[in-house]
């Protein structure tokens, strides 16, 4: 079946340093992958998607690239904020019926100012 | 911009007893769903419904649970009979009109469910 494996955290990085949270996936079909984040107390959000090879999502200066031929999606930032640290997670999800994301452990992200 | 609420945010209930969490999806919203996390761990599908009817469902999805969509609004999920084990953070979500893998989830700030 389809699953989601990320690099286990806590990441723990200063304000201004590189990001990158791995993310690798298996799945049949072409599933569509996205990052979403949950903040203290709140739900996931959705922070970027890509739904075939070769995309590249971005936002609010995220970026992950859809590398099929190495089954990944990893999730980078130039420079974090303290308003970063957040729990991140990696998901999948496919039209093989049922309408289900399937989402990987989640990485917990601290930046210190 | 819209969004999805649940109530209540914090539910204790004793082993054993029924518990109904709702929810009210984003209005234009067809695709709904419940998922689960334990103690700020992997966050796990329970259920999809779309058109009136269970998509899908997980194993953890057993006959304790049940969902419904008793109006033109809310969206319900029922525990009959409480265990300890389902103590988590239930989160509803809803999607827009589902073009082959691409649907973003909309979630809730989830409810706490608590079973002592």
């Known amino acids: 079946g389809n699953s989601v494996t990320q690099m286990e955290g806590p990441v723990t990085l200063s304000e201004e340093a590189f990001l990158t949270i791995n993310c690798t996936y298996t799945?049949?079909?072409?599933?569509?992958l996205f990052w979403y984040v949950q903040y203290p107390g709140e739900g996931l959000q959705l922070l970027l998607k890509?739904?075939?090879?070769?995309d590249k999502g971005s936002n609010k200066g995220f970026e992950a690239t859809y590398r099929k031929e190495t089954t990944s999606f990893h999730l980078e930032k130039g420079s974090v904020q303290v308003s970063d640290s957040a729990v991140y997670f990696c998901?999948?999800?496919?039209?093989?019926?049922?309408?289900?994301?399937?989402f990987g452990a989640g990485t917990r992200l601290f930046v210190k100012a | 911009e819209p969004e999805v609420t649940q109530t209540p945010s914090h539910q204790v209930t004793q082993m054993g007893q029924e518990v109904i969490l709702r929810c009210v999806p984003i209005?234009?919203?067809?695709?709904f769903y419940w998922y689960r996390q334990i103690l700020g761990q992997k966050v796990e599908f329970l259920v999809s419904?779309?058109?009136?009817?269970?998509?899908?469902k997980s194993e953890i999805f057993d006959d304790q649970f049940s969902v419904e969509r008793p109006d033109g609004s809310n969206f319900t999920l029922k525990i009959r009979s409480t265990k300890l084990e389902d103590s988590a953070m239930y989160f509803c979500?809803?999607?827009?009109?589902?073009?082959?893998?691409?649907?973003?989830?909309?979630f809730g700030n989830g409810t706490r469910l608590t079973v002592t």
């Open positions: 979500a809803s999607s827009e009109e589902v073009l082959g893998g691409d649907f973003p989830l909309h």
């Open positions: 799945a049949t079909g072409y599933p569509s």
């Open positions: 890509a739904t075939k090879a070769d």
């Open positions: 998901a999948l999800s496919d039209n093989t019926g049922g309408f289900k994301t399937i």
């Open positions: 209005s234009n919203h067809l695709y």
């Open positions: 419904f779309y058109n009136n009817e269970i998509s899908e």
